[in-house]
């Protein structure tokens, strides 16, 4: 995909908290994973957290997990980054609202396998495609659901 920094958390306690957290450039995601099609009324609390923990501020602390199991706090900077939450499922990439300047999208399994395919058997595939072709799954579905 293009990312450069990819940080999981700690899975001891993991219950409630985002799956893991990776920056690409000006953009810095939290993510987190559901199989569930009814995630949004399930998982409310928890993005809101996410939101809480990403706007108005310009650095995240995780506990991130070291080879040897234990694991240790890391500070990043995510000052001036496009900051969005992104919850991984089986429906379809769209952007579901836009809170205090953290965007929230659903984004597919599916488009993440064919961004990640694409970028493996293009030897031209750089960054800036990698992000364009992100860009594009949000215009193609829009368009799609509309039916245009």
Request: glycine share 6%; charged share 25%.
């Amino acid at each position: 995909m293009g990312v450069h920094s990819l940080f999981s958390f700690d899975r001891k306690n993991q219950a409630g908290k985002a799956d893991g957290f990776f920056i690409v450039e000006n953009l810095a995601v939290m993510h987190d994973c559901t199989l569930r099609s009814d995630y949004y009324a399930f998982k409310s609390e928890q993005i809101s957290n996410y939101i809480s923990k990403l706007s108005n501020k310009s650095e995240l602390t995780i506990d991130t997990r070291k080879t040897d199991g234990g694991s240790i706090p890391k500070t990043l900077d995510i000052s001036g980054k496009n900051k969005q939450v992104w919850i991984i499922t089986q429906g379809i990439s769209r952007e579901l609202e836009d809170y205090d300047g953290v965007m929230v999208k659903e984004i597919s399994v599916n488009d993440l396998t064919e961004l990640t395919k694409k970028r493996l058997l293009e030897f031209s595939y750089n960054l800036s495609s990698a992000l364009s072709f992100s860009r594009s799954l949000e215009v193609t579905y829009e368009t799609n659901e509309n039916g245009r």
